[in-house]
């Protein structure tokens, strides 16, 4: 909490820095007038008993002054708290973006505790700004407990102590805010399934399911059900919040009822002016106030900090992830990728992986094969520096992958996989984005994965925006989209790492002969160039008999290992695969 204030303060400070003191000062100033005017309705009360118009018509002032002040002021904090927050804020939404476009892992989209975090800050950082920013207003509230402690101590002592009847208050409703957002955390998951599938309804494939039966029904049931969950888990600590509100202000109106006897009996004694009567009055309704004004801002504020340590979280992942070592990339492969015991294992899941030990050697072709699960892609984002191991080693050419910047080891690798993105942008643009450096060199990229006979399909060629996200937007086929995710894997020239994960399941048989010859070819080019390793993920053996050297997985273990010839000849899994592929093609 100290720290997230901390960056509040910094970020205030960095972007805001006149405007941020400005809203203490105003802050500040605003929390003397309500003091002044308790005084200044002490002073005419005072002046009326005694006939005393020396001590009315100050009174009078100060009470007048004070009390527009208190009107205005609030409202000019209010706005300044506005302004700062918004401003503030869209610099941290700028940030956020950034993070969340360039975590160069995908452990955040893997676990869901992660997910719910990034999801709690995404496109949120001007509502978090707003929200820490009311943290001043607990600073006015403290400024006006010092005067307020003065003025009742000079009445009596005792009376000294009436602000510490707000103490019950706090506390309860501190630990109900904290009871509050850990409702909020537990609901999260019950409000994304239900999002999740509430979305999935507009997605064309499902739409497609959907209306043929009574499914979307279904689904509908479950949604509601999960939303109603999570509504009623916080509408429990809610409750919570009243009750302990509720307690509070028993406390303080008791309290306050028994200062405001007390200091009638020193008037009544004479051991007090009657109007000191109405000055612990007044103090006692600010008391009220001002709770209420503190409860209102912890709660916003607990809020906007909770979410600033999202944002910290979010911006310690990344810079974890970025850079890890400062060893540089080999410029070429000479022994290869080894993986030594290596364990993965998705948060507390049972591990999907297990006692992996492989070489990839320089300038192979590395197919990998196995049942659906049994663990291919999550080998893959290994290899890729997605996720990183839970325990064994990575290394390439000798060197730990950790040691390397992750981005400088994604851009010396080229990916395709079978749940390939579909990006809203100019067709060649699609394609460009797999090697920035090369935005628009991209024509034997289109060419090699087949989006240049898309390109051709399309109204304005390269230059038509794709998906309809946008008004502009074509739609496209599976395949024309996949045949564009193909090439934009080739716009990496000279790869040391080149992953195909079922790179061609949605192409007719003649385009995956032909992008399968592209990538053959490729793969030679980046041998000799770089000492590259083609690593191949498919279900279809007869891509993955020519593969130099042959992986079998098994229930995340590495079962068999070797040259299609040597699996053929041990008559193992992997022979009995192909024998069934075989057989299911004759
Ligand atoms: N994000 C995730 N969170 C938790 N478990 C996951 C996640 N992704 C995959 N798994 C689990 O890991 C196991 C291996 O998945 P993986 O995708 O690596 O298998 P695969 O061999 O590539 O399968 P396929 O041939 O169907 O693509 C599966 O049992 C799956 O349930």
């Avoid at 000294?160 to 957002?181: G, H, I, N, Q, T």
């Avoid at 306050?256 to 009996?265: I, V």
């Avoid at 990998?368 to 390439?396: A, D, E, N, Y």
């Amino acid at each position: 909490m100290v720290a997230d204030l901390r960056l509040v303060v910094n970020l205030c400070r960095r972007y805001m820095p006149r405007a941020s003191l400005w809203l203490l000062l105003l802050t500040c100033a605003t929390a003397l007038a309500p003091s002044t005017l308790a005084l200044g309705m002490q002073s005419m009360l005072d002046g009326v008993l005694t006939h005393s118009l020396a001590k009315v018509w100050p009174g009078v002032v100060e009470t007048a002054v004070s009390g527009a002040f208190m009107v205005a002021g609030r409202r000019v904090v209010a706005v300044q708290q506005t302004i700062v927050g918004q401003t503030v804020g869209t610099h941290l939404d700028r940030k956020i973006l950034n993070l969340c476009a360039t975590l160069p892992g995908t452990a955040h989209v893997d676990d869901p505790a992660a997910l719910y975090r990034v999801e709690q800050v995404r496109g949120l950082g001007v509502r978090a700004m707003i929200l820490s920013v009311q943290a001043v207003t607990i600073m006015r509230a403290l400024v006006w407990l010092v005067f307020a402690v003065i003025m009742l101590g000079t009445v009596h002592p005792l009376l000294a102590l009436l602000p510490a009847a707000a103490l019950p208050s706090l506390v309860l409703v501190r630990s109900s805010a904290r009871s509050l957002a850990e409702a909020r955390q537990q609901s999260a998951e019950h409000h994304r399934a239900a999002q999740h599938l509430l979305v999935e309804f507009l997605t064309p494939a499902s739409a497609k399911e959907l209306r043929g039966g009574r499914s979307g029904g279904y689904l509908r049931e479950i949604a509601r059900q999960r939303r109603e969950s999570a509504v009623a888990q916080m509408a429990r600590a809610q409750r919570r919040v009243m009750i302990g509100t509720l307690v509070g202000a028993v406390a303080l109106t008791v309290s306050c009822t028994a200062a405001l006897l007390f200091a009638a009996h020193l008037a009544a004694s004479h051991a007090a002016s009657p109007g000191s009567v109405l000055l612990v009055l007044t103090i006692g309704g600010q008391l009220r106030a001002q709770c209420a004004d503190v409860f209102d801002s912890l709660r916003m504020s607990a809020r906007g900090l909770e979410m600033i340590g999202h944002y910290r979280w979010l911006a310690a992942l990344h810079r974890e992830s970025a850079s890890k070592g400062g060893s540089p990339v080999p410029t070429t492969l000479t022994t290869g990728i080894e993986l030594r015991d290596v364990v993965f294992r998705y948060g507390s899941a049972e591990p999907t992986l297990e006692g992996i030990d492989l070489l990839l050697p320089a300038g192979a072709t590395v197919a990998l094969v196995g049942l659906h699960g049994s663990g291919k892609s999550t080998l893959v984002k290994l290899l890729l520096g997605m996720v990183q191991p839970t325990s064994g080693r990575i290394t390439v050419d000798g060197v730990p992958l950790d040691d390397f910047r992750r981005e400088q080891w994604c851009a010396r690798t080229t990916a395709a996989f079978q749940d390939f993105s579909r990006f809203p942008l100019l067709a060649g643009e699609d394609v460009g984005v797999g090697d920035l450096s090369r935005l628009t060199d991209i024509d034997d990229a289109a060419r090699r994965g087949g989006a240049e006979a898309v390109f051709n399909s399309l109204p304005h060629g390269r230059h038509t925006r794709l998906g309809t996200a946008f008004g502009d937007g074509v739609g496209l086929s599976g395949g024309q989209w996949q045949k564009i995710a193909a090439s934009r894997a080739f716009m990496r020239t000279d790869p040391l790492l080149a992953v195909l994960d079922e790179p061609t399941a949605a192409l007719d048989a003649d385009s995956e002969r032909q992008v399968y010859h592209q990538y053959n070819e490729a793969a030679r080019t980046w041998r000799t160039a770089s000492g590259g390793i083609t690593v191949l993920v498919s279900h279809r053996f007869a891509t993955v008999r020519a593969a130099d050297l042959i992986v079998v997985l098994a229930n995340g273990h590495i079962v068999e290992t070797g040259s299609h010839r040597q699996l053929m000849a041990r008559n193992g899994r992997y022979a009995e695969l192909y024998r069934l592929q075989e057989a299911a093609y004759r």
